[in-house]
């Protein structure tokens, strides 16, 4: 708020004249006096309308401070004294709000201060646009990328302690919201040949020093370096200190600031191996040595560096030994290799020394780029700072000074461009009167240099290219034919020239007439410099290292890229450039700074006026003001004036109908402008003066907060309004509801009274009527009960006389039947016998009996003897003869059943009902055996060949024949046998052979033995002492085994007549030989599957397992 009472205005406290626009008289002289008086005050920015100049103070200024910051932010640009500040935010603001693209154009010799303005100007921005983590980190790594830059790119001059020996443009980029998004950096042509020589009171670039000062001595070791400066030939000695720098100190800074902007650690270390290489390279010394042809070889005197530079790079060392003794030209498939001369060796050190800190310098800028680019892709705006290297002349001016002073000159090119000629050119157009201002255009000198046919640049690389000898020389005699008659060139010529007597004119040496001044340049080096030529044994020695810093910046030297074509001159990447650079600025809106230097001694306090004026009359500083007063401070289309101001007048407000141009006419009518201080162009309103813009500006401001409040006016009331009518709305619907509720309360309550009253009043009623009817009832009753009484009396009397009739009645009926039944016993006697009753009772039953037996014959059940039905039973008293008629008939239908059988199936059945009788619920294997019928001779001994012997030897008749296992007594393992039965002997014969192996006779056979498991085992008992009991009992298993049993026992039975012992039992005792064995059987696991096993477990038990 405090900020908005206080109007300041530039023309508060001014010193001198802050706006050379308003400097009366205007003359060289009393600008001058105006910016040294404005100096000696500590003012060092001045303004020409909307270009700052800068003095360059050399000490610190309290004028940089936050506080100022915050001063100059979001003010307006004439409110306050000059500033650099004021500049930025104008420019920042104009990005911001008007979505136009800014370039901030620096420009002054070296040492007036630009980078230092250029650094203000991004703090600026950097202070005042948004905050946040994410921001911030942008804005840091902006501004953290300066100090690396003047690391690798600055150097001690005569002119500067921090000279600038690059260009640099950065773009800084912004999003919608004017938050920074990133930046990209350009960089024009570093000054190389410094590494390598430095003029007298001059350093090489500060990174040198500062490697050397702060680095630890670990660090110092592992790069190979020493502490001592003078170890050095790249680094010259007079001037390694400067005045109040700490290089140590700067070194820090430097990592500290590459580790911000994103640098990896390796990536430091790289760069910092690339720096101390070149270092070193500088101490690699040549000797000549003769050879036979009587040519002059150069060898390295010392090879102890060279090695060393090896190892840290990573490159053979003999590779790079040959780069520096031959040179190989490759021509057509020809390659040509000769040897080198000490000072051709001496060139091509220099050159890769030059290269390789050079191409590091490109590839920072790339890095740094990398890490500071956008990383979104949306539509971004862009404000360019251009802090390029200034204008320079030296005692010795070479190629870099050519180069330096072009990109000078294209700048002032496109600063009159866009200020002066673009200026009048408008008034002009737009029908403005206006009287023509004389100023220098500096075109005719641009065109000297950069003209494609003619042009000085044109000229050298025409003579680089041209086959044959070329020297500096030749190129000099070439631009002395060429640019004779131009009136800005001058040179000292042999013959026939206009300047011949120009004596002040060394030889080898030609002169431009700058537009800031005359530079005598030495043509020596500009051919070999433009060239810019490394051996290509260098870059393909260079590609070849171990080093990945390194050998990506040769990547010509890869042999499988070899491009015999020439790379572009320096001269013409230079041109190049600059021309993308103009292209570029001309698309941006420009901001000036134009910087001035005070004095040579870089000392504060002393403004030479010489010197001053000498600037003031290059930067055109006259003519500018000149143009700005004639002039109008502002111009504006009409439609986007009318649009700003409408507010101001009655007529344009809200809505202007006719042309904007009139409507403007209008506004300013009723604003009673002078009309002096305005004009109406075809397209513009020109406005004179800017206080004339700051009164529009002011009463608009005034306008708004009038507006404002009317708008907040209308909208309080709105708002008001609407709440009351809300209010009114709701209290009604209140207000309905409550009397709605106290009526029904008050209705309720009189309700309640009405119906107490009348209920009272119907109780009264109700209470006489009840007394009266009681009345009445109790006279009804009374006549009642003497009625009853009366009739009670009468109906008692009644009764008893009916009682006696009824009496009388009943002893007529009695006496009567008496009578009639004597009187028809009487007459029917003589018909009836005295035994009828038992006769009918028989035949009764008779006819119950026969009707029994003839419903039954319907009724009988099926033959089948398993058929368990039979009808039940009509009658109790037939219940005897039921149950001996079912068992009749089931005795009859069985027979009738067996009656069918022949006699071998009776046989068979026999031999069923045998083993029935066996094992039925003693064997569990014997359900199972109940389906199978009984084969008896399974193997057909007749009919197979192999059995012939068998069958011979055999004679009876063959009751079973059956494969069996005869279970080994001794481990339990079985082996097949032929079981043979016939009548009176028991056989075993070999299955393969059908050899008999043991002959029993049935008379021997004393028991057979089995488990009551599910299992097939069997056990055949001897008799004791019988011949063939001598091995034992036989132990067997079959698959027919109750089959077996039952026909050994018939068999025995029918031969022997006596019973064979069947045992059956899941332990029982076998003789095998001397010894009992006990076998016993146990339910075994499943893991055998469903077969039983059989195992001999010691000497007196056998075990079988039954699954
Ligand atoms: N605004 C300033 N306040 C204080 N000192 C300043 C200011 N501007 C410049 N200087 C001093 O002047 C010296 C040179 O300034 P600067 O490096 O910006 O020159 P330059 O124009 O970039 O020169 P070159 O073209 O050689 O790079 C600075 O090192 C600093 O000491
Ligand atoms: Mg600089």
Redesign the pocket.
């Known amino acids: 708020m405090a900020k908005m009472e206080v109007k300041t205005s530039l023309l508060d406290n001014m010193i001198g004249v802050g706006d050379m626009v308003l400097l009366e008289p205007l003359s060289e002289e009393t600008v001058i006096n105006n910016l040294k008086k404005r100096f000696d005050h500590n003012e060092?920015y001045t303004y020409i309308g909307s270009v700052v100049i800068?003095v360059?103070?050399?000490?610190?200024?309290p004028i940089y401070s936050p506080e100022k910051v915050e001063d100059y932010r979001n003010r307006n640009f004439y409110e306050l004294s000059p500033h650099i500040f004021a500049l930025s935010d104008e420019a920042y603001r104009s990005l911001r709000d008007q979505d136009k693209d800014q370039c901030i154009l620096i420009t002054?010799?070296?040492?007036?201060?630009?980078?230092?303005?250029s650094k203000?100007v991004m703090s600026y921005v950097a202070a005042v646009c948004g905050k946040g983590a994410e921001v911030n980190q942008v804005k840091e790594q902006l501004l953290q990328s300066n100090p690396v830059l003047e690391a690798f790119g600055?150097a001690k001059?005569v002119?500067?302690?921090?000279?600038?020996r690059f260009g640099k443009y950065m773009d800084i980029e912004f999003d919608f919201k004017g938050d920074p998004l990133g930046g990209v950096i350009s960089n024009y042509l570093l000054e190389k040949s410094r590494v390598v020589k430095q003029p007298r009171g001059e350093r090489n670039f500060h990174v040198f020093y500062q490697l050397l000062s702060g680095a630890s001595e670990e660090l110092l070791n592992k790069l190979k370096l020493e502490r001592d400066f003078s170890r050095y030939n790249y680094l010259s000695l007079d001037s390694a200190k400067v005045n109040g720098v700490d290089d140590a100190a700067n070194f820090r800074t430097v990592r500290n600031a590459m580790q911000i902007v994103g640098f990896m650690d390796h990536e430091v270390e790289s760069v910092l191996e690339v720096v101390a290489a070149v270092l070193k390279l500088g101490n690699i010394e040549f000797k000549p040595e003769s050879r036979v042809n009587g040519l002059d070889e150069s060898k390295i005197k010392d090879k102890n560096e060279l090695k060393e530079i090896c190892e840290l790079t990573g490159i053979d060392q003999s590779v790079l030994e040959r780069a520096f003794s031959f040179r190989t030209v490759e021509a057509k498939q020809e390659k040509v290799s000769t040897t080198l001369n000490v000072a051709q060796a001496y060139y091509a050190r220099d050159a890769l020394a030059k290269n390789l800190y050079s191409r590091l310098f490109s590839w920072l800028v790339n890095r740094i780029n990398e890490s500071i680019k956008a990383q979104t892709k949306v539509r971004k705006k862009v404000m360019g700072v251009l802090?390029i290297?200034?204008f320079?002349i030296f005692e010795d001016n070479s190629f870099e000074q050519f180069i330096i002073n072009y990109c000078n000159e294209k700048l002032q090119q496109i600063f009159i461009e866009l200020t002066l000629k673009e200026e009048q050119e408008e008034y002009i157009r737009e029908d403005i009167e206006w009287t023509h201002i004389e100023y220098f255009n500096n075109a005719i000198i641009c065109d000297l240099i950069e003209n494609n046919t003619n042009g000085i640049l044109a000229m050298l690389d025409e003579e680089c290219l041209r086959p044959g000898t070329v020297t500096d020389e030749t190129f000099l005699e070439k631009l002395n034919q060429v640019c004779a008659t131009h009136q800005h060139f001058e040179s000292r010529m042999s013959k026939c020239s206009r300047f011949l007597n120009d004596t002040s004119l060394p030889h080898s040496c030609f002169r431009i007439q700058h537009y800031a001044g005359k530079v005598l340049y030495q043509v020596e080096g500009f051919v070999d410099k433009n060239n810019d030529l490394l051996y290509r044994d260098l870059s393909q020695a260079m590609w070849k290292a171990g080093h990945a810093l390194i050998k990506s910046l040769f990547p010509e030297g890869n042999p499988a890229k070899i491009n015999l074509k020439r790379p572009p001159t320096a001269g013409s990447q230079f041109k190049a450039s600059v021309a993308t650079l103009m292209k570029n600025l001309q698309t941006k809106n420009p901001n000036y700074i134009r910087?001035i230097k005070p004095n040579d001694k870089?000392a504060a306090h002393i403004f030479n006026e010489g010197l001053v004026c000498h600037q003031v009359r290059y930067l055109g500083l006259l003519e500018n003001v000149r143009v700005r007063r004639a002039g109008y401070a502002f111009r504006q289309a009409y439609e986007p004036c009318l649009e700003r101001y409408k507010m101001l007048c009655k007529q344009t407000w809200p809505h202007w109908k006719g042309p904007a141009r009139a409507g403007v006419e209008v506004l300013f009518n009723e604003l009673e402008i002078p009309v002096e201080e305005y004009s109406f162009g075809r397209s513009k309103i020109f406005i004179r003066n800017p206080r004339t813009l700051f009164k529009l500006e002011d009463l608009r401001k005034q306008r708004l907060e009038d507006l404002a409040t009317l708008i907040q006016k209308i909208y309080r009331g709105w708002k008001c309004r609407t709440h009351f009518l809300l209010m009114r709305k709701s209290q009604i619907v209140i207000a309905a509801w409550y009397r709605r509720y106290a009526q029904q309360k008050r209705y309720q309550q009189i309700k309640s009274s009405a119906l107490v009253i009348q209920s009272y009043i119907r109780g009264w009623k109700a209470r006489k009527i009840l007394r009266e009817l009681k009345h009445q009832k109790r006279c009804e009753e009374a006549a009642t009960t003497i009625a009853a009484y009366w009739h009670g009396t009468q109906a008692r009397r009644e009764l008893k006389r009916l009682k006696e009739e009824a009496r009388r009645k009943h002893a007529v009926a009695v006496i009567w039947a008496y009578w009639l039944g004597l009187k028809v016993r009487r007459e029917y006697r003589k018909f009836f016998r005295a035994n009828a009753g038992k006769k009918i009772y028989e035949f009764t039953l008779q006819r119950i009996v026969q009707k029994y037996f003839l419903e039954m014959k319907n009724k009988v059940p099926s033959l089948s003897p398993i058929d368990k039905n039979w009808p039940s039973r009509p009658y109790l008293f037939l219940d005897s003869t039921h149950k001996e008629l079912k068992r009749i008939f089931h005795l009859w239908r069985c027979k009738k059943y067996r009656d069918q059988f022949t006699d071998q199936q009776k046989l068979i059945y026999e031999e069923k009902l045998e083993a029935s009788e066996l094992f039925k619920d003693k064997k569990a294997l014997y359900p199972s055996s109940v389906g199978q019928p009984f084969q008896g001779p399974y193997l057909e001994i007749n009919k197979n060949p192999k059995y012939k012997k068998l069958k011979d030897a055999i004679e009876e008749k063959i009751i079973i024949a059956e494969v069996v296992n005869k279970i080994n007594r001794a481990n339990g393992k079985s082996t097949s046998r032929i079981f043979l039965l016939t009548n009176n002997n028991l056989l075993l014969a070999d299955q393969k052979s059908g050899q008999i192996k043991s002959e029993v006779p049935l008379v021997d056979v004393t028991k057979v033995s089995m488990s009551s498991q599910n299992d097939g085992f069997f056990a055949v008992h001897l008799k004791e002492g019988s011949e063939a009991a001598s091995k034992g009992d036989f132990l067997f298993s079959s698959d027919h085994l109750i089959e077996m049993a039952t026909k050994l026992y018939r068999t025995t039975l029918s031969q022997t007549k006596q019973k064979l012992n069947i045992e059956i039992s899941d332990e029982f005792l076998v003789q095998f030989r001397q010894d009992k064995v006990c076998v016993k059987f146990i339910q075994g696991n499943q893991k055998n599957g469903s077969v039983p096993t059989c195992k001999r477990k010691n000497n007196r038990l056998l075990e079988v397992a039954v699954p």
């Open positions: 060092i800068s360059n103070p050399y000490r610190s200024l002054g010799e070296s040492g007036a201060g630009k980078t230092e303005a203000l600055n001059t002119r500067n302690d921090n000279s600038s802090d290297y200034g320079e910087c870089k």
